[in-house]
C-alpha cells in the first residue's frame, strides 16, 4: 500500500439498512461519504456517520424528503378509477 493511503470512504457503510438511504459517496473527495438530504459531506468514520444521523438538521431534512417520496411515489391510478372520477366530476352540478 503506497505511503500517504488516503483512507477511502468505507463503502459497507452504504450498505447499513439506517444509511443506505441517505448516504452516499462524496465525489469530490472519496474518502467521505455524503447526505442526500443535507447536501453535506461527513466523514467516513461510522460514529460520525451515526453523529450526523442524530443531529437536527438532518432529522427535519429527512422528514422533508419523505414527504416529497410520498407525494412522487403515488401509486399511479387505473384507466377506469380515472374515468369514473372524471364521470363524477362532470356530473357534479355548478355551484352557482
Ligand atoms: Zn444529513
Known sequence: ?????????????????????????????????FCKYCKCSINAKI?????????????QNTKCCAQVNKLTFLPIKSDEVCRQETRKHIKCPKRI
Open 47 to 59: 460514529y460520525q456517520i451515526r453523529a450526523h444521523r442524530e443531529t437536527k438538521k438532518h432529522v
Open 1 to 33: 500500500m503506497p505511503k500517504g493511503y488516503k483512507q477511502k470512504f468505507r463503502h459497507f457503510c452504504l450498505d447499513q439498512p439506517d444509511f443506505k438511504n441517505w448516504l452516499t459517496k462524496d465525489q469530490s473527495d472519496k474518502s467521505k461519504g
